[in-house]
């Protein structure tokens, strides 16, 4: 299984996630192993899962999160699930350095809420 909620493509890195909608704050909380062993990538959003809000706030915090433009960051797969893929364009050296540090980060901080 996977270690690293993330996979590498030519162009882009595809990141496994797991939304919590209106979750008070935006935030990345770091990783965890799904009961499947699948490692996922915790984010939550202040935005209600109605019209794709939700979706929306994750694909704006995940582009903030990697100081990429949000053009960069689409969702492509698990629209209406807790469990979404999002797609990141760009360098994928820059780009998984950044999601490690992100993840090494949110890690080590104090639960939001």
């Known amino acids: 299984m996977a270690r690293e909620p993330w996979t590498i ?3 882009s890195v595809v990141i496994d996630l797991r939304l919590t909608p209106r979750g008070g704050c935006d935030a990345i909380e770091g990783t965890e192993r799904r009961a499947d062993g699948r490692v996922v990538l915790k984010a939550r959003v202040r935005a209600a899962p109605a019209g794709g809000e939700a ?7 995940i582009a903030q999160a990697l100081a990429v433009a949000p053009r960069q960051v689409t969702l492509v797969g698990g629209a209406t699930s807790r469990v979404k893929r999002i797609r990141v364009t760009g360098e994928p050296a820059a780009l998984v350095a950044a999601l490690r540090r992100l993840a090494r980060e949110a890690a080590g901080s104090t639960p939001h809420g």
């Open 9 to 11: 493509a030519a162009d």
């Open 55 to 61: 979706n929306a706030a994750l694909c704006r915090l």
